[in-house]
């Protein structure tokens, strides 16, 4: 009963939590954050507690710390030191650094990464960019010094030992080092189930422990001795890697075995993850928010839950029983942490669980030659060369795998991310199963865990949801805007931005994919200006791995410069078509209707701004039009052409001056209007002079810049229907 208590209460306030995970972090701004504006110089001091390498510069920890600024000093002020000089700065050095402070950004879309949120977690408020750094006292922490050199010259000897790809890996694995590591092997492995392989997690640190201690066991004949030389060991391997939530739970749940060894007792595990869970949570309570927290844990109370149902009878062995075991050890994670899952990722991969047969056995192998490999190579580099390739080998494997994985229909399942509400009735079905299964009562108990999958999937936003909902998406200075009916189609207006890099992977696309969009029926692009397509690009470019894209909607030909026919091009080498819209075109499918209202191929503007592609959005009695970048002539063009009003406006160019001007407004007469713009631009978008028409309009005013993404849901036929607001200001209303 204690272990079904204890999941209960893990599940239940996990479930709560993630829930609340969009509120309680932005609640409460730290205390420099409310004493110095971001921008400001500052001075630092403190001892380096910790340092990283990184390609072009370096990161300073501080601990024992001082800020001060104007005169005025706060103790432990949870900053990081950035030096791009890459000073000479050894572990344990006290140092004093002037420079500008600045802040981490948060979400700005549903979906995207938090940054504030993420060094939150570790209690980091914010960050310096050092214009001067200065050494003070030059005592070092020897220990740690020697340390990080043993961990670069491991680090060198995988990179050339096993070349820049699969050295990258090796010293993921190995080091936890992911900076020689090529993004698309990541992203080739998590899009198919198996990405734990290319961190160090519980599996890895457990994996080397186990080996070690074994090892030493041997060699002493001695259980105290073998555990005592083998705790020393894993308290340097942590030092020297740093510490993580996986980690910390891998090392306690090691002391826990080694000292039940060591005492001559039996191993109680379900001691042992209540102890870590705990720990972690007091050394960072909010890493209780963290989906590595709940992966790790899920994971490991999911094997011990198995366990529990169908433990192993003495005297089974065959391959047929180990397969069985592996295939029922692999399901059972996958049940206990698919929730998470589709929480923090918005997809699951349909067929990791047989895919972590193959890997998950042959990872043992693999941390075995690589460590081999490591120990002899480090000694005598061409000793090392067979076990790291037999390690090249595995991770070949592996890599082939997953592209074979990938040529399946459905290799994955994009979801969106379901409510806190239907994730804690998915839990509850399953501790209903294992309360049954434990007791062997009730035959149909199977279908427990069936329900709860079933009731899951049709609560998340790829199957629920809302008649219509548009979203202007926060890409910073710039313009996209998603549209959908429900059971229709799915389309964005624009994907751009000045100043997000990798806007289409790291913003547009995690916003699609959290609401369960796997494919784009129809993408249109107002004019070439990269602020507006240079995210479509990317989209277009990562057919293979992103979001399917339908096809691409261009304003008639004459209107195209250099940059949009490089788009078209890249849109038929994916093999997308390519479709062009002339005034009075119509999209319409079900209620949802797109019509192109301007440019023609007789508009005498300019390319650019001025032949903007302005389309008419209507569902049922709500109109919205989208403007691009129109203004000037082409502003005055389709002032003359309007004869309705429209509820919703997206305001054209950000809200410049030169945009939007007093007779189009009363000719469209918006009782809402929505501007894109990126916070604290370079351009002042929007404009005072936009702002004041736009008051005097009488409309509402919602600006991407003010609070990120705007939201827009209509649940029924009228206008009053129409819900509004925007993602950092109102969490609650998202889902």
């Not at 939590?17 to 001091?45: D, K, N």
């Not at 000292?259 to 705990?278: F, L």
């Not at 399942?413 to 399953?430: A, E, N, S």
């Not at 209007?673 to 631009?681: D, H, K, Y």
Request: glycine share 10%; aromatic share 10%; with cysteine.
């Amino acid at each position: 009963m204690f272990s079904l208590s204890l999941l209960f209460l893990v599940s239940s306030f996990v479930v709560i939590h993630m829930g609340r995970l969009h509120v309680l972090p932005h609640i409460t701004a730290s205390s420099i954050e409310t004493w110095i504006p971001p921008g400001e110089q500052a001075a630092v001091s403190g001892q380096v507690a910790d340092r990283k390498e990184m390609s072009d510069y370096q990161i300073l920890y501080l601990k024992n710390s001082s800020l001060t600024y104007q005169k005025r000093s706060i103790k432990n002020p949870e900053i990081i030191l950035y030096d791009n000089s890459k000073m000479e700065v050894l572990i344990g050095n006290s140092i004093e650094a002037k420079g500008e402070i600045s802040y981490f950004d948060e979400e700005r879309n549903p979906g995207n990464f938090d940054r504030k949120f993420y060094y939150k977690k570790q209690k980091i408020a914010g960050s310096m960019w050092a214009a001067e750094i200065r050494i003070v006292n030059k005592r070092e922490n020897h220990l740690k010094e020697k340390l990080m050199e043993f961990r670069e010259a491991w680090k060198a000897f995988l990179m050339e030992a096993a070349g820049e790809e699969k050295g990258g890996i090796l010293c993921a694995m190995l080091l936890g080092d992911k900076t020689g590591m090529e993004s698309e092997i990541k992203e080739l492995y998590q899009r198919n189930g198996i990405a734990h392989v290319l961190a160090i997690s519980g599996l890895h640190i457990s994996l080397i422990g186990i080996f070690f201690y074994r090892f030493m066991r041997r060699i002493t004949g001695s259980y105290i001795a073998g555990g005592a030389v083998g705790m020393i060991f894993m308290g340097l391997y942590i030092l020297m890697i740093g510490m993580s939530i996986s980690a910390m739970r891998a090392v306690i749940m090691f002391l826990f075995r080694v000292g039940a060894d060591m005492s001559g007792r039996v191993c109680d595990m379900r001691t042992s993850i209540a102890v870590s869970a705990v720990c972690v949570i007091l050394w960072r309570p909010l890493s209780y928010y963290d989906g590595g927290f709940q992966l790790s844990f899920g994971a490991v109370l999911g094997v011990f839950l198995l366990t529990m149902i169908c433990g192993q009878k003495k005297g089974e062995k065959g391959i047929k029983v180990t397969l069985t075991q592996g295939l029922r050890a692999s399901l059972a994670i996958q049940l206990a942490t698919f929730p998470i899952l589709l929480y923090h990722f918005f997809e699951f991969p349909l067929y990791a669980c047989i895919l972590n047969l193959i890997v998950v056995p042959l990872m043992s192998v693999l941390m075995l030659m690589a460590i081999l490999g490591s120990v002899t190579g480090l000694l005598w580099t061409g000793g090392g060369l067979f076990f790291i390739y037999i390690c090249k080998w595995i991770l070949s494997v592996f890599e082939a795998l997953c592209q074979m994985t990938e040529m399946l229909p459905g290799y994955r399942v994009i979801t969106g991310r379901p409510g806190f509400f239907w994730i804690f009735f998915y839990y509850l079905c399953l501790i209903a199963f294992v309360y049954l299964s434990v007791r062997e009562r009730g035959r149909i108990r199977i279908l427990l865990p069936v329900a709860g999958f079933l009731i899951l999937l049709a609560n998340c936003p790829f199957i629920r949801q809302p008649e219509l909902e548009i979203t202007m998406v926060d890409v910073g200075q710039g313009d996209c805007t998603f549209l959908r009916e429900k059971g229709g189609i799915t389309c964005l207006v624009d994907g751009g931005s000045s100043d997000v890099k990798n806007v289409g992977q790291y913003r547009i696309e995690p916003f699609l994919k959290v609401r369960g969009v796997n494919r784009l029926d129809y993408i249109f692009v107002s004019h070439g200006d990269a602020d507006h397509m240079n995210g479509i690009q990317e989209l277009l470019e990562r057919q293979r791995q992103g979001i399917k894209i339908g096809a691409l909607v261009l304003p008639v030909e004459e209107t195209w410069d250099g940059a949009l026919c490089d788009l078209a091009a890249t849109a038929e080498s994916e093999g997308i078509p390519v479709c062009v819209m002339e005034p009075g075109d119509q999209l319409k499918i079900k209620k949802l209707s797109l019509t192109s209202l301007f440019p023609g191929r007789n508009t005498e503007t300019e390319k650019g701004n001025a032949s903007s592609m302005v389309l008419s959005v209507s569902y049922d009695a709500m109109d919205m039009l989208f403007t691009g970048d129109l203004e000037g002539k082409g502003e005055e063009e389709v002032c003359k052409m309007l004869s309705e009003k429209y509820e919703i406006l997206k305001v054209a160019h950000h809200g410049s001056r030169n945009s939007t001007c007093a007779e189009f407004l009363n000719r469209v007469k918006p009782k809402a209007a929505l501007i894109s713009a990126g916070a604290e631009n370079p351009y002042g978008h929007p404009h005072a002079e936009t702002m004041k028409r736009l008051v005097k309009c009488g409309c509402r005013i919602y600006n991407t810049a003010d609070g990120g993404a705007v939201i827009l849901r209509m649940e029924g036929k009228t206008v009053a229907k129409l819900k509004i607001f925007q993602y950092n200001k109102c969490y609650e209303n998202f889902e």
